[in-house]
C-alpha cells in the first residue's frame, strides 16, 4: 500500500511527501517583490511540512500583470528575495517551484492601460477583455520571457518551475480551438496549437538543462462547448512527456464554482466531491508515465490516500484548506486524520491579501 507521506521524485527534486501547496495569489505585495509578510506565509507552510510548495504566479515581463499583488520575474532584480525565500523553504527540508504565467485577457486588471495579448480577437468569455492578436515576433518575445524567467527562477535556489498553462491563460487560449482562430502555424490543428507552449517550454529547457525540473500546470478541459476538450488535453500531456516535462498538474477553470458542480459531467467525467478533476487526472495518470498532480476538492486524509492507491496519480495539491491550516499536512501527518477545516466559502480572496475570514489573522 502507498502512503501519502512516501517521498517522491521529480526530476532530480526530492518531495518528501506526495502534498502539494497549488499555488496561491497571496495578493500581497505592491512592487512583486518578497516582502516580510510573504517570507513569513511560506515559512509557515513549511513548517506545516508540505512536501511541494507552488508559488503565486509570477509575471514574465514587467507590462503584464494580470491581478494587483503578484510576483514578479522579470528581471535580474528579484534574485535576492527569492534566495531568501528558498533558503526559508529549504530549512524545513520542503521544496519550491515558482509558478510563472502570462495572463493575458483573463484580467480586469488596468485595462486599457496596456497592451494584452492573445492568440487572436476573441475576448475572454468571463471577463470580456479584448486581446492584441500577437505577430510572430511577440510570440518569441513571451518564449524568451518564460526562458529567462526560468533561468531567474534557478539562479535563485527555486527546485524547479512550473509553467501555467491553464485558466484561460494564454498558453491555455492558444491550445483552445475556441480562443485560436490563427491561419498559420500556431493555429488550425492541435499539433499548431501546441507549437507557442512547446516552444516555451524547449526554450526554457535549453537556459536550465536537463537535470532541473519544469512542471506543467493544464485545464483537464475548457469545460464549455467549443473549447479545448480532454481528449485533446491528453493528447497535449503525451507530448509534453514525449518532448520531456516532468511533471503534469490538471487543474480545472472553475474559480470556487467546484462544490456547485459536484457530480456534472463534462467531455463524460464527472466533477467529484473529493478531488474535483481527478476522474481526468486518473485518466491521464494510466497514458503516461511522469507524475500527474490532481488538485482541487482535497477534502479528507482517508480519500485521498484511497485516490492514491486507487489509481497512479501520485501527488495531491491543496489550497485554499492551507489557508485556513497552514499546518494541516503536519496534524495529519501526527495522526489526526479529522477532515480539513476550510468551508470553501471563497471568501478568501480579499483586496488587502487572501486569508481565511474564520480564522484571526
Not at 150 to 174: P, W
Not at 291 to 315: H, R
Not at 327 to 353: A, T
Request: hydrophobic fraction near 35%.
Amino acid at each position: 500500500m502507498k502512503s501519502l507521506f512516501d517521498s517522491i521524485k521529480i526530476n532530480s527534486m526530492i518531495s518528501k511527501n506526495r502534498f502539494v501547496r497549488s499555488a496561491t495569489w497571496e495578493n500581497m505585495t505592491e512592487t512583486g517583490y518578497m516582502n516580510e509578510k510573504l517570507l513569513s506565509i511560506y515559512e509557515e507552510l513549511a513548517k506545516g511540512e508540505i512536501g511541494l510548495i507552488l508559488t503565486g504566479y509570477a509575471n514574465i515581463v514587467k507590462e503584464e500583470q494580470p491581478n494587483a499583488g503578484m510576483f514578479g520575474i522579470y528581471d535580474d532584480s528579484f534574485i535576492e528575495g527569492y534566495k531568501e525565500l528558498c533558503d526559508k523553504v529549504h530549512k524545513y527540508d520542503s521544496r519550491i517551484v515558482l509558478q510563472m504565467a502570462y495572463g493575458g485577457t483573463k484580467t480586469t486588471y488596468n485595462v486599457g492601460e496596456r497592451i494584452i495579448f492573445a492568440p487572436s480577437n476573441i475576448p475572454e468569455k468571463g471577463t470580456g477583455t479584448q486581446g492584441k492578436e500577437m505577430t510572430k515576433d511577440e510570440i518569441k518575445y513571451i518564449v524568451n520571457a518564460f526562458a529567462q524567467g526560468a533561468r531567474r527562477a534557478k539562479e535563485s535556489g527555486f527546485d524547479g518551475v512550473e509553467i501555467h498553462g491553464a485558466h484561460t491563460y494564454l498558453i491555455n487560449q492558444f491550445l483552445s480551438p475556441y480562443y485560436n482562430k490563427r491561419e498559420d502555424e500556431y493555429g488550425g490543428s492541435l499539433d499548431n496549437r501546441m507549437r507557442f507552449l512547446i516552444e516555451i517550454y524547449e526554450e526554457m529547457r535549453k537556459v536550465v538543462g536537463k537535470d532541473y525540473p519544469i512542471l506543467l500546470k493544464l485545464t483537464s478541459t475548457d469545460f464549455f462547448q467549443g473549447g479545448l476538450t480532454f481528449s485533446e488535453t491528453r493528447e497535449i500531456c503525451k507530448k509534453m512527456e514525449e518532448i520531456g516535462i516532468d511533471a503534469i498538474e490538471l487543474s480545472g477553470n472553475l474559480h470556487g464554482k467546484g462544490e456547485s458542480l459536484i457530480g456534472e459531467s463534462f467531455d463524460e467525467y464527472k466533477i467529484q466531491n473529493e478531488g474535483y478533476f481527478s476522474e481526468f487526472a486518473k485518466v491521464v495518470s494510466k497514458e503516461i508515465k511522469i507524475p500527474v498532480i490532481t488538485v482541487g476538492g482535497i477534502k479528507t486524509f482517508e480519500a485521498t490516500e484511497d485516490l492514491l492507491n486507487n489509481s497512479n496519480i501520485e501527488m495531491f495539491a491543496i489550497s485554499r484548506p492551507l489557508l485556513t491550516e497552514p499546518d494541516l499536512i503536519k496534524r495529519w501527518k501526527n495522526g489526526d486524520k479529522k477532515k480539513v477545516k476550510c468551508i470553501r466559502c471563497s471568501k478568501c480572496r480579499n483586496k488587502d491579501g487572501n486569508y481565511c475570514i474564520l480564522i484571526k489573522r
